[in-house]
């Protein structure tokens, strides 16, 4: 039977009517068979202090690094802030890769899906998150690149996708993550 890989999605925006959260929704429900998304929140993780990981660091921390233990695979889907990764994205990056030498983003495999209500498709964001998580030992999708531009025209009242061609982009974008997950569990 073919191998079905648990992809952890991390949503970069904490706002209720999140184009991006949308987004993440509709990539669930295109994604081919091979992959199943599920949502691993960071909204409850207080920022990274080293001084509160030591023997019993806070719940939340341990939840959702459990949570990403337990993916093969890692789906970012973000705006962008000031250029940049927003910064609760940036936090659970932060807590998912300490303590030193226990991160638990090594070795996944991972792709990044950056939206903007303009017209950049968040291009700023998406490389700076790119850079921690190569440094992460994460190995990046690299082709196709994925930047939603005119991210607040594509959903309906109900948050569903109703643009066809982003359709068509985001199954086909999946369709290789998912051949990009498997080259590279099997290597
Ligand atoms: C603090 C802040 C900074 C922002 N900076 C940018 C930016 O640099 N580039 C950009 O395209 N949009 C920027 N935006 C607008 C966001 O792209 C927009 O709010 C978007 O809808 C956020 O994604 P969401 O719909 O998933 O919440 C910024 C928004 C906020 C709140």
């Known amino acids: 039977m073919d191998r079905i890989y648990k992809v952890a999605v991390m949503v970069g925006s904490l706002?209720?009517?999140?184009?991006?959260r949308m987004l993440a929704r509709a990539a669930a429900g295109l994604a081919p068979p091979s992959l199943v998304l599920d949502i691993v929140e960071i909204r409850d993780l207080p920022l990274y202090n080293?001084?509160?990981?030591?023997?019993?660091?806070?719940?939340?921390?341990?939840?959702?690094?459990?949570a990403v233990s337990k993916a093969d695979a890692l789906l970012f889907v973000t705006p962008e802030y000031?250029?940049?990764?927003?910064?609760?994205?940036?936090?659970?990056?932060?807590?998912?890769?300490?303590?030193?030498?226990?991160s638990v983003f090594g070795g996944k495999p991972?792709?990044?899906?950056?939206?903007?209500?303009?017209?950049?498709?968040a291009f700023g964001a998406n490389h700076?998150?790119?850079q921690s998580l190569v440094f992460l030992d994460v190995p990046m999708l690299q082709q196709p690149e994925a930047y939603i531009g005119n991210g607040g025209s594509l959903f309906d009242d109900k948050g569903s996708l109703k643009n066809?061609?982003?359709?068509?982009?985001?199954?086909?974008?999946?369709?290789?993550?998912?051949?990009?997950?498997?080259?590279q569990t099997a290597a």
């Open 15 to 20: 706002r209720k009517g999140s184009y991006c």
């Open 128 to 130: 700076h998150l790119r």
């Open 82 to 102: 000031n250029r940049s990764v927003p910064g609760p994205l940036k936090n659970a990056i932060d807590v998912g890769s300490r303590p030193y030498g226990r």
């Open 110 to 121: 991972g792709a990044i899906i950056s939206l903007s209500p303009g017209a950049l498709g």
């Open 50 to 66: 080293e001084d509160l990981d030591g023997a019993s660091p806070p719940a939340a921390w341990t939840a959702f690094r459990e």
């Open 164 to 183: 066809d061609s982003t359709k068509e982009f985001l199954q086909k974008y999946l369709q290789t993550f998912g051949r990009w997950v498997a080259r």
